[in-house]
């Protein structure tokens, strides 16, 4: 592959912009803030040719999310004042203090949805690789809660919306954290097979879901694969990782990857605690390129987690590097 053969679509909703969550029980700084992408933005929009966002039918995210969680935040959002900052155990649908509501809360959750949906549309009708740079992420959204930073869950939606068009879609999660919203979504559904390399859930977030052991259930049983890491892990773990996903993913034999990226995977990130270098990014997207865009056709790569700014910049640019082949 070479520059020509990848797209860009992104939106960044400089707008909405958390200022805090909490965390040990004190007020800190909210890192999920359009900064954190903007470099990656401007660098890959320069490089490459974007596509403009569509606006898509809101029906389609209600085909992975309950109506009450859904009008839950598109209420709270339009009645909010300044930044509310959820109340747990149950008494808002948010799993954590950290996904605060503001007033451009839904707003911005919606566009970020349209912007994946438009990045896959593309793939499927030009059969070329769509970047989706949209914030906020959304792995971490289950059919009734939000958390950790994710309001609607992009890549679920996406997922659903190929499977309306008769396609098996196999999801790739690559962020630090378990995408414990898309396991939730699709646990018992065999239409979409969900791989996920992540930190250990005994020592990181989400702590309640990530492991081994958890497989899928009922006709799904086996369409769920988690490989948690320990803290610290370099190339040679995570590569030993992502080869153990990619050969499930090629016995799965999906019509449709989505890779849910996260850079908070790398060394410097301020959130992730893996140890993985800029350099081995071109590694990761070569070995997912050399493999799987070999089997499959159509790609789509969705920006997740990743709070430093030139860390993202810097693991983005070596992957996709990687990915189409580029030469250092």
């Known amino acids: 592959m ?39 933005h401007n660098y890959m929009t320069k490089r490459f040719e974007s596509i403009s966002p569509e606006k898509f039918s809101e029906e389609w995210i209600l085909k992975v999310h309950n109506e009450k969680y859904y009008e839950y935040i598109k209420r709270k959002s339009a009645e909010v004042e300044g930044e509310y900052i959820p109340e747990v155990f149950f008494v808002d649908p948010i799993f954590d203090t950290g996904t605060p509501i503001l007033r451009s809360s839904y ?44 309001y609607f869950n992009n890549v679920a939606i996406a997922a659903r919306y190929l499977n309306s068009k008769g396609l098996r879609v196999a999801i790739l999660d690559i962020d630090f954290h378990h995408g414990n919203g898309t396991q939730d979504i699709f646990y018992d559904d065999p239409s979409v097979l969900y791989v996920s390399i992540h930190g250990d859930p005994r020592k990181f977030f989400p702590w309640y879901s990530g492991y081994e ?23 040679r773990i995570y590569i030993e990782a992502l080869n153990k996903a990619i050969g499930k993913i090629l016995s799965y034999g999906p019509d449709f990857l989505i890779v849910s990226f996260g850079t908070d995977t790398h060394i410097e990130d301020p959130v992730g605690k893996f ?20 089997k499959i056709t159509m790609i789509c790569i969705v920006q997740e987690g990743g709070y430093n700014p030139r860390a993202n910049l810097s693991a983005a640019r070596n992957f996709f590097d990687g990915f189409l082949g580029v030469r250092s």
């Open 2 to 40: 070479s520059n020509s053969d990848l797209f860009i679509c992104s939106d960044l909703n400089e707008d909405f912009i958390p200022t805090k969550e909490i965390d040990n029980g004190r007020f800190v700084r909210n890192p999920e803030r359009p900064l954190r992408l903007k470099y990656v």
């Open 107 to 150: 707003d911005a959750a919606v566009k970020a949805v349209n912007a994946v949906l438009t990045s896959v549309s593309y793939v499927l009708e030009n059969k070329r690789p769509v970047y989706s740079i949209s914030r906020p992420p959304g792995h971490h959204a289950m059919r009734n809660y939000g958390g950790g930073y994710c």
């Open 213 to 235: 052991d958890e497989i899928g259930t009922g006709k799904a049983e086996g369409t769920n694969l988690n490989i948690p890491l320990p803290g610290g892990s370099d190339k």
């Open 275 to 294: 140890s993985l270098l800029s350099e081995d990014y071109r590694d990761i997207g070569s070995l997912i390129s050399a493999t799987l865009c070999e």
